[in-house]
């Protein structure tokens, strides 16, 4: 399984066989195209197949390429956005439909992996804690809110692990699994469903072919649908939900432990970014994650020091043996802490998107399926008017809405009116880039370990906001709305829909 971006997750070295797609009848007309094969789109892919629906999966690069090959995998009834600030932006009731479909999707991949045993999954408590007064705070008013909608929990003594804390919650029936071998089971199940998957099939524009049939144009050729869902992470071309979805890049380390004493539960601390720790048992060996070091995409300028960060944090407090996987990922803020699943905004009723999942993406993507499949199938969801992309909230997220928007315009601003001056081509070392004047254009350089230059344009090809470097990954990421691409120029995450602008790569 490979995936965006330089670093390896654990998740990839122990997927199983590479998966073999089938083919696909271009003149047959399908009733459903799910663009992008993460875990949002193959789940829902296959209840629309299992539905008697016709699909067809169209990913750009190999199921799992995105976030879902990078996630950390927690299953958690407690969500990113506290159920107080649901509450106060929503309402009670809302609130309680968000951890009613928190348990839901932990029910249905608990379901999946039952019926396909699929190896890696385990229920485990989650124990949050605190470490000073103010977390104390923070912690009770989390636990009232949340025991308020059903998502239970209750003050305990006991943290399984030696942190130091003043007080700890914890709350039963979460889960962790393993993202990669789940998702190459639905994947099979959803081909033996009679379902159609094309990998290395990246969507450009979509098109009416006639009133009731949309025209998907692929590099593998077109895709016709009467239907089309954007499982993209965040959706192609220029939307409204790129100014309400703030991306985010969080840093994951797997190693060993020298006393093999690995906590049998799933772990979060309160700070801001707030660190987070499990256990996983994969082929036989057992890992301890940590995750954490968050921050805006595109703004961070050495992303290798936050892996230094993560790694020095977690050998404080444990006796770390090796490190032995080291990744990153990305996941979109949506601005009133609710995600958008339904129809497109601004588009035809037969589009839809899910999108804005925090950092509860494995929770809210397998929701997100469960959510279309039943408005498409059935007209309607309990949930359908509650993550509406389409719901104004003047009050709620209003002030996020205008410090992203405000963001964006500052780095686009900067993009336009400021440039580096360029001292030379050659004082790169290989594995290097930078953003460079050069004979005025403007390049984004990159040297690889053949001396090799690989020269491209910085502008963004969403909104032409300028790329930064992402030196763990290997990455040009946009700060806008958190378009990546690698080192040569190749787009590897929306919203842009095309490769950035190449000049001629040169030796030195």
Sequence with gaps: MNRDGNCKSLWQSHAPDYFAANGWDQGQIYDVLIVGGGITGMTTALLLQQAGMKCIIAEAQNIGFGTTGG???????????PYHNIAANFGKEPAQLVARGAKEAIAFIKEQVTKNKVQGFSERPGYIFSANDKEDEALEKLMAAANEVGALMQYTDALPVALPHTKVIVTESQAQFHPGKYLYALAENYEQAGGILLQHCRVGSVTYENESTFKAEANLGSILATKVIYATHIPPGVNLLHFRCAPYRS????????SGNYPDAMIYDMQDPYHYYRTQETDGKTYFIAGGEDHKTGQEENTDACFRRLEAYVRTYFDVDEIAYQWSSQYFEPADGLPYIGRLP????????ATGYGGNGMIYGTLSAIILTDIITKGKSV?????DPNRVKPIAGFSNFVKEGADVVKHLAGSIFSAEKLPSLLDLAPGEARIVTYEGHQLAIYKDEHHRLHMISPACTHIKCSVAWNSAEKTWDCPCHGSRFSYDGEMWTGPASRNLDRFNDDPV
């Design 346 to 353: 601004g588009s035809d009723d037969n589009i839809y998107v």
């Design 383 to 387: 949930y359908k008017e509650l993550f």
């Design 71 to 81: 996630t950390t995998a927690h299953l958690n009834t407690f969500m990113d956005t």
């Design 251 to 258: 840093y994951a380390i797997a190693c060993t432990l020298k």
